[in-house]
């Protein structure tokens, strides 16, 4: 059995390898790249492949050079056997000139990319080898996503080598929307397995992040495998060299003895294809979440979320308490400068006073409406009751307090799903945990949370990248309110 890293060659490194393994197997290519870069150059001293400077530059004739266990190069510079893939003829998919394969017009194209390939069978162990296994699984995918309307291309439909460079090629001349490779993990490990997504900072970053992510979450979803940490890496090729989001998915371990036993079974590749293909799906169609924050500013815990939001381009409302935007003034600024929501919760967070009669509740609001003025400069018509719109205080007099609000032309705003962070001792796991499975897959969902709690801000990051189907949106008046 080889190691993953070995699955192409270190010199390609397509593969992506179990990352425990990963530097030294990168260790290990390096000498093996240079012998291959030896090669090359007197496979161009020979006249057997035209030096492309261009292409010696960008990682030395990584696009020509396949290292298989095809033909022995003459001369014997590399342990290995090389064999050379001349790009003189024009690469073709299945038969088909890639020039042809252009996208139709208002269709989503999806090219999916079964690693290996011919003389190259990736990995192998006990007999099932990785480039059957990519095709059989790709080949499945692709019968969900025609199902589903996608217009769908592979890089190859039978066993056949491809170079790397073909395969790039294919999906940024047919003007492919993503680009999924597929592939399977091997470590020296017996018992390591589960589930590895990889994809380049370089190319799309932000969206191939996600595609990477929601397809992870599907397939673990859809197959119980394990979910291993995805990996950002600027060296596979494919993932790099796309001009589309891409990714790269190992669906499990070879040299894991059970692992190996499900993938090379048709029940266990569909569920990895049904994983896939609604990981894709759900890419493409996005579910809408209002992150929505109560009862500050505070200091350093609303700060903190601002610089989160601000990191990731998301937009969220926050619905201000009276007396803390006179106790946090800049922060409150800043809030309204950095073009979030701001939307009124109360001045004084006091159930009992507020809500003994309309007119305290009326009170209460112009008040905080003053404040929020006055520091922010924001007029604006959003609400929400303290306790949610329907609460143990305001039985008596909600009916009421609804319709005089309604008459000021406010709209109030309860939730769908919730952190649970405003409870005593929160622990940052619990309120993720909590906000995941609150949205019950919901297509529009209000979160909310509160900016005032610290463990709110602490577990943010990880709560939004558990949340990759949902686009994160700004609140405002035009968005259909929520109420109970
Ligand atoms: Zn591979
Ligand atoms: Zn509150």
Not at 96 to 120: A, F, Q, R, S, W
Request: net charge negative; charged share 25%; with cysteine.
């Amino acid at each position: 059995m080889r190691k993953s890293g070995l699955c192409l060659s270190g010199l390609y490194m397509e593969c992506a390898g179990e990352y425990g393994h990963y530097v030294e197997w990168r260790e290990k290519s390096i000498g093996r790249k240079r012998k291959s870069i030896a090669a090359f150059v007197l496979a161009a001293v020979l006249g057997i492949v035209a030096v492309n400077p261009m292409a010696v530059r960008m990682n030395q004739a990584k696009a020509v050079v396949s290292q298989t266990s095809g033909t022995a190069l003459a001369g014997g510079v590399s342990e290995e056997p090389l064999r050379l893939v001349s790009r003189d003829s024009e690469p073709k998919i299945s038969g088909v000139p890639m020039g042809t394969l252009i996208k139709e017009t208002g269709d989503i194209l999806v090219v999916l990319d079964p690693g290996h390939g011919g003389e190259d069978e990736g990995c192998s162990s006990e007999g099932v080898e990785e480039k059957a296994l990519n095709l059989q699984i790709a080949l499945r995918v692709q019968s969900r996503l025609l199902e589903m309307g996608y217009q769908v291309r592979l890089t190859r439909e039978t066993d056949i080598v491809r170079t790397l460079e073909e395969r790039v090629q294919a999906a940024n001349q047919a003007g492919a929307d993503i680009y999924v490779s597929i592939h399977q993990n091997a470590s020296e490990e017996k018992d390591v397995e589960g589930i590895e997504v990889w994809y380049s900072g370089q190319n799309e970053g932000a969206e191939s992040e996600r595609l990477s992510r929601v397809i992870q979450k599907y397939v673990v979803e859809s197959t119980g495998a394990r979910a291993r940490e995805l990996q950002e890496n600027e060296e596979l090729f494919v993932i790099r060299e796309c001009t589309m989001p891409a990714c790269l998915i190992e669906t499990g371990f070879l040299s894991n003895r059970a692992e190996r036993g499900k993938l090379a079974g048709s029940g266990y590749q569909e569920q990895l294809a049904e994983g896939i293909a609604r990981g894709i799906d759900v890419y493409f169609h996005p579910r809408t979440m209002y992150l929505t924050f109560d009862d500050g500013p505070s200091d350093a815990n609303t700060n903190r979320i601002l610089d989160i939001l601000k990191a990731r381009g998301i937009h969220a409302a926050f619905f201000l308490i009276g007396e803390n935007v006179e106790k946090h003034p800049e922060t409150a600024k800043r809030i309204a400068a950095e073009g979030h929501t701001i939307g009124i919760h109360c001045y004084r967070h006091d159930y009992e006073a507020l809500y003994d009669s309309v007119e305290s509740y009326i009170a209460d609001f112009e008040k905080a409406q003053a404040v929020v003025r006055d520091v922010t400069g924001v007029e604006t018509k959003l609400f929400r009751f303290p306790g949610g719109s329907i609460n143990g205080w305001n039985k008596q007099v909600h009916d009421q307090i609804a319709e005089e609000m309604a008459k000021r032309g406010c709209i109030y705003y309860d939730w769908n799903a919730s952190l649970e962070d405003a409870v005593s001792n929160p622990k940052a796991e619990k309120l993720i945990a909590n906000g995941v499975s609150s949205t019950l897959g919901r297509k529009k969902v209000i979160m909310l949370a509160h900016d005032v709690i610290g463990e709110t801000g602490l577990c943010l990051e990880e709560l939004l990248d558990q949340l990759p189907e949902y686009e994160m949106e700004l609140l405002t008046e035009d968005v259909e309110p929520i109420q109970f």
